[in-house]
């Protein structure tokens, strides 16, 4: 049975920082990439980065590219988001996400607020 688990969000002042984990369990952790997406209040769920199995391949969305950066710990098997200068409009719900072997599997999310 696969399973996510997120943890690691909060609110931040704008400027901080964040990292998020993603504890993965019941599928090959080591050869499956991992993503996390966000969604905003009244907007629809949208990628932010991935991260291929071995970590050697990573890509961002543009709006948190050079201030975002995944990672993995495949002894762990965790996947991680260390979020920094982090702006209001990174306010959602963090999701971390899975495909085994084709089919998406979701984290039950943890929030990020990014206020003064």
């Known amino acids: 049975q696969v399973q996510l688990v997120e943890s690691g969000g909060g609110l931040v002042q704008p400027g901080g920082s964040l990292r998020l984990s993603c504890a993965a369990s019941?599928?090959?952790?080591?050869?499956?990439?991992m993503n996390w997406y966000r969604q905003a209040p009244g907007k629809e769920r949208e990628f932010v980065a991935t991260?291929?199995?071995?970590?050697?391949?990573?890509n961002y969305a543009a709006s948190v590219k050079d201030r975002f950066t995944i990672s993995r710990d495949n002894a762990k098997n965790t996947v991680y988001l260390q979020m920094n200068s982090l702006k209001p409009e990174d306010t959602a719900v963090y999701y971390c996400?899975?495909?085994?072997?084709?089919?998406?599997?979701w984290g039950q999310g943890t929030q990020v607020t990014v206020s003064s």
């Open positions: 996400n899975a495909l085994w072997p084709s089919r998406p599997y």
């Open positions: 019941g599928f090959p952790f080591s050869i499956s990439a």
């Open positions: 991260i291929s199995g071995a970590g050697g391949i990573t």
